[in-house]
């Protein structure tokens, strides 16, 4: 036998073994009469890990079966990481889909007890999503631009460091920020949506700034070198080329950010509120958020509790459904707009 | 200079593009001359270039001369890149970047204070190492980059006009005039480094650098871009670097030989002059080593 044509252990090896390893733990875990979905699956991670590795030490060498291992072990924590998220939007689905109706989608809740729908609520989660992102995404780009094509020595590193800073801010704090700032601006008991979007955006800001300035850093200098070759002006070669350059990724960085703050209910509790009608016009008066509705449907469900928890859970699915068309869309325009970058 | 450079830009553009397509380049490769213009001097004088502390090119004191090719030789390190990027002002891109001396063309100091060194890049472009068309872009776009990136509309028929020529000049146009909208990162190595020599003279400059223009590309390609700088001598003044001893012999005009004493020193100078000369009777020990091979 020359070197080359070492023994190996069959394709269908791994799959064979995990799935032995989880029929053994089963009955082992019946017969000891623990059964338990969380328990079966850490024993088969377990008994998969041994066996796999004893089986392909006997066979294969030493080398090959640490190999096994670790792929294994990769395996199964990439598993554990999916569990909740699975669990999650399984739980979310199957508890939110008997709310979801047309009703629930077109009506507001206006002086329906009981009843009604989520309409005011979406449209406060746009708008004021809307209007964060409007205000977020122009700074936070001019930010990261400051900081990859202009910005030096000791302001650029103060504000790379206020801006990891800013990322760690609790949510309310950024919503008392804003309440305060329109308390003093137009005085106390002032309510309006752009408040809410004025504290969305300070939990928006820093992630826009770090993910655009890592996209821009990545456009390679040899393209900024040919633009300036041309004699082209510094402004000019951001704008046509270095920004469409890193257009495709900077996308995914906002929406990233957007997802990330569409969910926030804390600051907007304490400043948009809770309203039970349509209120589209960010500049005044209360607007509902879907995150806040799903918590004011559980907190303060009424005569009618079921339907009010159904409520909660269909908002909770319909957030849920927005990022993720919100998430489908960016990708298409991101597959559409990809450049390679060498 | 800026408001009288990018008239005179203009003008010259809209002058070129009836003298120069009758005599079409390409079609005829040997009727260059009739196309050839009076091009611009490069006068370097004790130039010191630096990076931080580190000074990287020593006293450097020669000419560029016009329609010729000058190529700049030596073995890896000793400045040549740093030495060419300073001739239109690339080097200072560098934060940590610094030069004594002066450059001048035909005359004008080209780092004196008030000289906007975006207008220095416009009439000295440059060619770069690797091939570096801008992935955005489509074949058609990136030639008309120059002209697009600096001086905002202009007309579709000029724009056709000029991308054509600079293609043909290139001698690119018969392989990709089927597919000017296809984006130039779909062209091969060599048919990208030729796109980005026509991007280069679409803006018209009227000296060109080219630092290791044929270093990643095949000896087919190299040959076709050796031939084309050929022909752009007649319009161009031409500075190339290269590692290529054959490239500078077959190339070149005169050369410009570059050596470090020791590591750690500086990058100097040691001889200029034409190219025969320097590869049959070189005046120092140090370039008939390195041309003859025995180092570097």
């Given at each position: 036998m020359t070197a080359l044509d070492a023994r190996v252990l069959p394709d269908w090896a791994p799959y064979g073994a995990v799935a032995a390893s989880a029929a053994f733990s089963a009955a082992l875990l019946s017969a000891a009469g623990a059964f338990s979905v969380a328990l079966l699956f850490v024993l088969t991670a377990l008994v998969a890990c041994v066996a796999t590795y004893a089986w392909s030490r006997s066979v294969e060498g030493s080398r090959r079966a640490f190999d096994r291992l670790v792929t294994l072990v990769i395996v199964a924590a990439f598993c554990l990481a999916l569990i909740p998220l699975l669990s999650l939007v399984f739980e979310v689905t199957k508890r939110g889909l008997p709310g979801l109706s047309l009703e629930f989608i077109t009506a507001?809740?206006?002086?329906?007890i009981g009843g009604g729908g989520a309409a005011h609520a979406l449209v406060g989660t746009l708008v004021i999503t809307g209007v964060a992102t409007a205000i977020s995404v122009p700074i936070g780009l001019m930010a990261a631009i400051y900081l990859t094509e202009y910005g030096g020595g000791r302001l650029r590193r103060a504000l790379t460091f206020f801006v990891d800073v800013m990322t760690g801010i609790p949510s309310i704090v950024a919503g008392l920020f804003a309440f305060a700032l329109f308390a003093l601006i137009f005085g106390p008991g002032i309510r309006m949506g752009v408040m809410g979007s004025a504290a969305l955006s300070v939990l928006m800001i820093p992630i826009v700034i770090r993910s655009s300035e890592e996209v821009l850093k990545i456009v390679p200098n040899h393209l900024r070198e040919a633009s300036y070759a041309l004699g082209t002006p510094k402004w000019r070669t951001i704008v046509k080329v270095v920004l469409p350059t890193a257009f495709a990724g900077l996308l995914t960085g906002v929406m990233i950010a957007v997802a990330r703050i569409i969910g926030e209910t804390a600051p907007l509790l304490v400043t948009t509120g809770v309203v039970d009608s349509i209120n589209s016009n960010p500049l005044s008066g209360r607007m509902q958020n879907l995150a806040v509705y799903a918590y004011s449907e559980y907190r303060?469900?009424?005569?009618f509790k079921q339907a009010s928890y159904d409520r909660a859970w269909a908002a909770a699915l319909l957030l849920i459904v927005i990022v993720m068309v919100l998430n489908l869309a960016a990708r298409l325009i991101y597959r559409r707009y990809r450049t390679e970058i060498r | 200079m800026g408001a009288a450079g990018a008239t005179r830009v203009e003008t010259r553009t809209g002058a070129e593009v009836s003298a120069t397509l009758p005599g079409d380049v390409a079609s005829k490769p040997g009727a260059v001359a009739a196309g050839s213009r009076p091009a611009k001097t490069i006068d370097v004088r004790e130039v010191n270039l630096f990076y931080g502390d580190l000074h990287a090119v020593e006293d450097v004191t020669m000419a560029v001369e016009p329609n010729k090719v000058t190529a700049l030789i030596g073995s890896s390190g000793c400045g040549k890149t740093t030495f060419l990027r300073s001739l239109n002002r690339m080097h200072e891109l560098n934060p940590k970047a610094r030069m004594t001396g002066e450059i001048t063309l035909d005359g004008q100091?080209?780092?004196?204070?008030?000289?906007d060194p975006v207008q220095v890049r416009r009439l000295v472009g440059m060619v770069f190492q690797s091939p570096n068309p801008f992935p955005t872009m489509s074949i058609y776009d990136n030639v008309a980059a120059g002209l697009n990136l600096n001086t905002g509309r202009v007309k579709k028929s000029v724009k056709d006009e000029v991308v054509e020529r600079s293609l043909r000049g290139a001698h690119l146009w018969n392989e990709v005039k089927d597919r000017l909208e296809k984006p130039g990162s779909g062209l091969s190595g060599g048919q990208q480094q030729r796109l980005c020599i026509a991007r280069a003279i679409a803006v018209e400059p009227e000296v060109l650098l080219m630092d290791e223009p044929c270093s990643a590309l095949d000896p087919v390609a190299t040959l076709a871009i050796e031939e084309l700088i050929g022909e752009l001598k007649s319009k161009y003044t031409i500075a190339i670097v290269t590692h290529n001893m054959q490239q500078a012999s077959r190339a070149s005009d005169i050369t410009a030989f570059f050596n470090l004493e020791a590591t750690g020193k500086p990058g100097r100078l040691v001889e200029i002059g034409a190219t025969e000369a320097i590869f049959t009777s070189p005046s120092e020990q140090a370039t008939e080593d390195y041309v003859s091979g025995r180092f570097g």
């Open positions: 507001d809740a206006r002086g329906k303060t469900p009424g005569v | 100091d080209i780092y004196a204070p008030g000289v």
